[in-house]
């Protein structure tokens, strides 16, 4: 037994110098496979030390049955949690509920889905953080998904009763039209003691612009109604200030700005926010054409008769396999630069 320790000692001593102390340019990743291969080597030590220990047969064996059982209870314990979000993962991907660059919105989390794993999904919120959910959390929540053929931006303001609903109406949809949203129309969403409440809505077909659009759309509003000599403010405010009856409450417009678009120099939100997450879908696009055009060859492969043009299908399709192998190991070079 005293020769199995010394042994034992002297090969994870020697394997935790090799694999965790003498490489200086581990990435996280690397060293999480090195410490895992650690503690197999440790369990594997552990239990031929308790076949060496200097006991009678059936104490060895009632100790190795001991030791059975813990490690298996740790695993069993440990592995409720695994097995359910594996689980989750394999039902999300059979259900199609959601693809790499969706935007999705999920028990108060929004953002862009930037990678689906087995365990988790991770997305890409409004600030520009990673926020990894489990699966399991997925599917036992309701998930919002905005659908790549269009989504719906909206924005909600206050009027006074003194402003025509027509009117209103009106201006918003102009506000809309600036925008270049589609199938726009108005609802009053609720009539209140002081005020209306409206809401504008347009389908933006290029969902990518969300969060841009959102912004503009407010700016757009607040551009139309001072045009239009219409001010957005409640009624409150009007009957208590002190201040001309005739002196509108609109912000004076700043020359070279007024009526313009955004500066050159402004850059779209998306751009800056979901960069990883956009990154992730033009990926994912560009594997799955170049897999479909792998099997087109390989079938134009096997099916063709002259040999010339069977020799350009074969240049051809080992070209795209070199590119879709090239592709492959981009991901994972970048999946170890962000680990």
Known sequence: MLATVVVLGAVLWALHYLLLVRPKTLKSSQRFYRQ?????VTVVGVLAV???LPVAVETRNQIVQVFGLVMTGAIAFSSTTVIANFMGGIVLRTTGRFCTGDYITVDGHFGRVTERGLLDTEIQT???ELVALPNAFLLGRPVSVVRSSGAMVSVELSL??????AKVERLLLEAAARCGLAEAFVQVRALGDHAVTYRVNGLLEEVKRLLTMRSTLSAA???????HGVEIVSPGFMNQRRLDPERLVIARSEEGFAGEEAPARTVPAEKVVFDKAEGAKR????REALARRIEELTE???????????KSLKAELEAREAEL???????????????
């Open 36 to 40: 895992l291969a650690m503690l197999g």
């Open 221 to 227: 509003v607040l551009d139309v109604f001072h045009e």
């Open 300 to 310: 134009a492969v096997a099916e063709g008769e002259d040999e010339a043009q069977t």
């Open 50 to 52: 308790i076949l060496a």
């Open 160 to 165: 006074g009763y003194d402003v025509h609903h």
């Open 325 to 339: 192998r090239a592709l492959d190991e981009k991901v994972k070079a970048q999946k170890e630069e962000q680990a």
């Open 126 to 128: 409004e600030t520009r």
């Open 283 to 286: 990926q994912e696009k560009q």
